[in-house]
């Protein structure tokens, strides 16, 4: 008997009515069994892994050599908040077994800053410690909040009633979608449809295999489709509320319809929202040895190249004391390197046309990136000098592409630099994501008031200490999003946030701290010069699906072979 073709519309009704009849369901199974389904999707994860890694090369045209890219943004942070989200649910479940309250673990470490608690959410356990040295990831609260957990989700399965989430997933990392996913079911206590971005429609199949545990008890769906399908989602009366990973416009178009923002927001749901941002790295004057400049360009150059500057958090602007007598070296080291990273296919759709745009206002842009010099494979481009001014074009937009710009700051020493910078980043450069700052452990020694002032004052959702804020978002104890108290009518980077493994109440902002220079000559994962990136990011995705003492000596291993 022939299947009976159904209209796109049709699929998306009956995927609707599926997940509308099972959100009450979803509320009433026990902790343990929603466990169980997590450790069934890291099984089909772990079995389907290489197809992920293979289809996600070809959309993107690079070499099967080349694997590092979708371990690191797809396989490995989905594969470790699956696993911390067992490790949370597990008291949990035993204490639901037993019939008292429901308790979560608690953090590793709670301390009070003024009026704020800061919640050290990473390294969590004897294994993390080892295998991450030095490095802390903390969790700002909002001024005057405890740390409560899993408030949100509790009431959810008091209340028993459900809902039903719309996830407008993101067309850049793989792993975006399903951890947005994640996040309703297991934060917030939702069922989800998800409606992939027409850039990764390919990934339908892979997820269609990976997360069927959801999919086959009608708590996750998944469709694809253009603007008329989305506009369609938006406005069901079964979806209860949203969330978007994509550009401020595509935000603006869903609640307003209009460009001019005006009159009462068109959506009448609640929205959540990540929508990128100009992100800073503030470099702050100091003592740097080549070696170190070698180092720090790595980490700047790493946080542009990986998958092709198309990240939310890539690095796109350096903030720099215009009188460094360092600052010429450090941009040629990072130029230099840019300079030898082939240029790469530009997949995401728009990237040539942003592109085009900031090459007719900074015609003196520089050119950099060896072969293949060919339509559709854009080069790593810098632009330096640009102006620190109200509206100036690079502050404002983000090129998404691979791009990189560089603004100086007229001050004369660390400590006015970074009040300066600080300033300068909240009120003049676009979006309230993530930032990077970058100070020399001599510097920091001397000016350590000073640097903890600037990261309470600077309003960015996560803030890397020496590092990309990337981990931020791969570590998935701390919260990725945007600063809280974005309006609707000047959205920036969005307003909420997701992963939050520990299901923390009341975050304002994720910390991330590194030393200057990690111990041993050790590289981080996205370093250009780092030589073993996917027998390390293999490695760890093994160690995080078993936690076993094999898995952490190979980890470790392949971590010192970089």
């Not at 028993?160 to 917030?188: F, H, R, T």
């Amino acid at each position: 008997m022939e299947k009976t073709e159904i209209s796109k519309q049709q699929e998306i009704d009956q995927k609707l009515d599926k997940l509308d009849q099972h959100k009450a369901e979803w509320l009433k199974v026990p902790f343990s069994e929603k466990i169980n389904l997590l450790k069934q999707v890291m099984d089909l994860v772990m079995k389907h892994q290489k197809e992920w890694v293979s289809i996600a090369l070809q959309h993107r045209k690079l070499k099967p050599t080349e694997e590092e890219e979708e371990l690191a943004g797809g396989v490995m942070p989905f594969v470790r908040l699956c696993r911390l989200l067992i490790e949370v649910y597990t008291p949990a479940a035993q204490a639901q077994k037993a019939n008292k309250p429901i308790t979560f673990p608690k953090p590793p470490k709670v301390t009070r800053r003024g009026d704020q608690k800061v919640v050290q959410v990473f390294p969590w356990g004897l294994q993390e410690q080892l295998l991450f040295p030095g490095i802390v990831g903390e969790l700002f609260l909002l001024p005057g909040k405890d740390e409560t957990q899993g408030s949100e989700l509790l009431s959810a399965i008091e209340s028993g009633v459900g809902a039903v989430s719309l996830v407008l997933a993101a067309g850049n990392q793989s792993s975006i979608s399903l951890m947005d996913a994640l996040y309703k079911l297991y934060n917030q206590g939702q069922v989800v449809m998800l409606k992939h971005n027409p850039v990764n429609e390919y990934l339908y199949p892979i997820f269609d295999k990976v997360f069927a545990p959801f999919i086959q008890r009608n708590f996750f769906h998944q469709v694809t489709g253009g603007i008329e399908e989305g506009k369609y989602l938006t406005e069901s009366k079964i979806i209860d509320n949203i969330h978007i990973t994509g550009s401020d416009k595509t935000h603006d178009a869903i609640v307003w319809g209009n460009s001019e923002k005006s009159g009462e927001p068109r959506l009448k749901k609640e929205i959540t929202s990540e929508l990128g941002c100009v992100t800073p790295f503030i470099i702050v004057p100091g003592p740097w040895t080549d070696k170190e400049l070698d180092y720090q360009a790595q980490v700047i150059s790493g946080a542009i190249v990986q998958n092709v500057s198309f990240n939310c958090n890539a690095c796109k602007l350096l903030v720099m004391e215009k009188s460094w007598n360092l600052r010429t070296q450090l941009i040629n080291k990072v130029k230099s390197i840019l300079a030898k990273v082939p240029r790469r296919y530009a997949y995401y759709a728009g990237a040539e046309q942003r592109y085009e745009n900031f090459m007719k206002r900074y015609p003196k842009a520089e050119q950099l990136g060896s072969s293949p010099n060919q339509d559709s494979y854009l080069p790593w481009t810098f632009i330096g000098d640009i102006p620190p001014e109200d509206g100036e074009y690079a502050l404002c937009t983000e090129p998404f592409c691979p791009i990189i710009s560089e603004t100086y700051l007229d001050t004369s020493n660390a400590k006015e630099f970074m009040e300066q910078a600080v300033e300068f980043c909240n009120n003049k450069v676009w979006g309230n994501l993530s930032c990077t700052l970058v100070i020399h452990p001599e510097t920091q020694k001397k000016f350590n008031a000073e640097l903890e002032k600037a990261i309470d004052d600077l309003k960015y959702g996560s803030i890397g200490i020496n590092t990309w804020s990337a981990l931020s978002y791969s570590l998935a104890t701390p919260v990725w999003g945007a600063f809280p108290g974005n309006s609707l009518e000047n959205i920036q980077s969005g307003r909420g946030f997701v992963h939050n493994a520990f299901l923390l109440d009341h975050p304002q902002k994720s910390v991330i701290r590194l030393p200057f220079q990690l111990v041993l000559g050790s590289k981080l994962p996205f370093f250009p010069n780092h030589n073993n990136k996917a027998g390390f990011l293999s490695a760890a995705i093994s160690w995080e699906y078993n936690r076993s003492m094999q898995s952490l000596g190979q980890t470790l291993y392949n971590a010192l072979w970089g």
